[in-house]
């Protein structure tokens, strides 16, 4: 299952990638679409609200299941992934382009403590 | 992904399931299909097309005897006596005294010595010990035959859609004649197929045109991979969720159950409390009457997909989900509701999705039948 080597992972299936300018852009993985099957609806947080690491903050249902979205690292909501709410199958299409929402972290070296792609390709192995 | 099939049971088509892609999980101790892929194209496949379902974890019981009629009489909640043409089928459930659902199931009608239930996987074993016991306790003398296991197992598959009798016949071109003529909730048994003696019954899950069609367990695989080569497309327990929600058709366990009476899950019409036979659980519910309607529901609002258990918050009191899901043919989330007494189609609810409460309409079921949405 494809792991892209340049994202950090968290053991609730969310990947992180970390911008430029200090953001950071939160989506499921590979995995975690595979496992909810066909999505139909996404439930994201306002821009604006303040996350707390390892809290729920969104959801990403599928036709059988609805799947809580964790926040990787405490920060606030910057952007969130407007399209998905009329496409929410494009992260069965592409998990990793089909991004939920961009954090600013309240402490980026958090973004550091998560697992990297090799770390994670082993706790889904 | 863990494999923890070790301990689950399997159907005769398990490899060829797992041969074509197929996501398995365990479904009540079975190791079943979810989906091959995608669970919406498998679902839009019966609808419009042709699909198959292994339902082979379902069993098969044959009940033989002189006195089988009149068990029947006593044993399930519907009336047997409306079964008087050999191959005619009865969907009924099997009550406890105490007026609850132990299970759900289909009784077939072959001669006045042969019935055939095919009862729910999951109920099997308890519904056979109850059958034994109530066979013993009445002095019936019958003999009670599983045809899951061991020799002379059947397997089932249902091939169901608008083009799914003519894609069986493709395969079973000998049992044509016979089929084409019987009409739903029928039934034939061809003995020289070329995969052995089948029954053939024009019935389903889904809501559409359809058969489902008991094989030899040992011949299954091949003909499985000869409906796959006719352009039968395999469908997983996914789609056959979302294909039976849309057709307002009830599943045990979730549903109703041993806690539920049937008049509160939307089965007075299998009920016969008009005839003048007794039957297990009949005086409890004549005593307890219905308390709750069965009905459908279609959220209007975002927020959420309708699923189990949420609460339904109505003007005559609260009701619960007891199925819900995304529907593929409306393209809107849909459930299944025991609502209070009172509600009527039209009324909008309000439905408790996490923190909040959506509206939702109140319809009369099915949401889809044949193709067609008839629930708006």
């Given at each position: 299952m494809n792991v892209p080597a340049d994202l950090k992972y968290t053991t609730s299936h969310e990947w992180v990638r970390t911008e430029a300018d200090g953001?950071?852009?939160?989506?499921?993985?590979?995995?975690?679409?595979?496992?909810?099957?066909?999505?139909?609806?996404?439930?994201?947080?306002?821009?604006?609200?303040?996350l707390e690491a390892g809290k729920d903050c969104a959801v990403v249902e599928s036709v059988k299941a609805a799947g809580d979205i964790y926040a990787p690292v405490t920060g606030e909501v910057v952007a969130i992934n407007e399209e998905l709410a009329d496409a929410p199958e494009s992260i069965n299409a592409d998990a990793f382009a089909a991004w939920l929402f961009k954090l600013k972290p309240s402490n980026i070296a958090d973004v550091d403590a998560l697992m990297n792609a090799e770390a994670y390709a082993k706790n889904i192995a | 992904m863990t494999q923890t099939a070790t301990s689950l049971k399997a159907t005769p088509l398990n490899a060829a399931h797992r041969a074509?892609?197929?996501?398995?999980?365990?479904?009540?101790?079975?190791?079943?299909?979810?989906?091959?892929?995608?669970q919406i194209e498998e679902h839009h496949a019966v609808r419009t097309d042709c699909g198959m379902f292994d339902v082979s974890h379902m069993c098969v019981v044959d009940l033989q005897g002189e006195n089988v009629r009149s068990f029947l009489r006593g044993l399930v909640a519907n009336n047997v006596d409306k079964l008087q043409v050999a191959g005619k089928a009865l969907y009924?459930?099997?009550?406890?005294?105490?007026?609850?659902?132990?299970?759900?199931?289909?009784v077939y009608f072959f001669s006045e010595n042969w019935f055939r239930l095919v009862v729910n996987a999951g109920t099997a074993e308890k519904d056979i010990a109850w059958m034994n016991a109530r066979n013993a306790e009445t002095n019936s003398g019958l003999t009670i035959t599983q045809r899951r296991d061991g020799a002379n197992a059947f397997a089932l598959v249902a091939?169901?859609?608008?083009?799914?009798?003519?894609?069986?016949?493709?395969?079973?071109?000998?049992?044509?004649?016979?089929?084409?003529?019987?009409?739903?909730?029928?039934?034939?048994?061809?003995?020289?197929?070329?995969?052995?003696?089948?029954?053939v019954a024009r019935t389903g899950y889904t809501g559409e045109d359809g058969f489902e069609i008991a094989v030899s367990a040992d011949r299954v695989t091949e003909f499985w991979n000869a409906l796959v080569a006719a352009g039968v497309k395999p469908a997983g327990l996914g789609a056959r969720d979302t294909l039976r929600l849309e057709?307002?058709?009830n599943l045990y366990g979730q549903d109703m159950d041993e806690t539920v009476?049937?008049?509160?899950?939307?089965?007075?019409?299998?009920?016969?409390?008009?005839?003048?036979?007794?039957?297990?659980?009949?005086?409890?519910?004549?005593t307890q009457g219905q308390n709750a309607q069965f009905l459908g529901l279609i959220l209007r609002e975002k927020g959420g997909i309708l699923r189990a258990h949420q609460k339904v918050v109505c003007a005559q009191g609260e009701g619960e989900i007891t199925s819900g899901t995304f529907s593929p043919t409306m393209q809107q989330a849909i459930a299944l509701a025991r609502l209070p007494m009172g509600v009527s189609v039209g009324d909008t609810v309000h439905v408790v999705i996490r923190d909040k409460q959506l509206a939702a309409s109140v319809v009369k079921l099915p949401f889809v039948r044949n193709g067609k949405i008839l629930a708006v």
């Open positions: 953001t950071i852009t939160v989506g499921i993985t590979e995995f975690a679409q595979d496992a909810l099957g066909d999505i139909v609806f996404v439930d994201l947080p306002k821009v604006g609200t303040a | 074509a892609g197929a996501k398995m999980v365990d479904f009540g101790g079975w190791d079943m299909p979810v989906n091959y892929g995608s009924s459930c099997m009550l406890k005294p105490e007026g609850t659902v132990i299970d759900d199931l289909i091939v169901q859609g608008p083009n799914a009798r003519a894609k069986a016949w493709e395969v079973l071109p000998e049992t044509k004649a016979a089929s084409a003529e019987i009409k739903p909730f029928n039934a034939v048994i061809v003995a020289d197929t070329s995969f052995g003696e089948v029954m057709a307002g058709m009476n049937p008049l509160d899950a939307g089965l007075a019409w299998t009920i016969d409390l008009v005839s003048e036979r007794d039957f297990v659980g009949k005086q409890a519910l004549q």
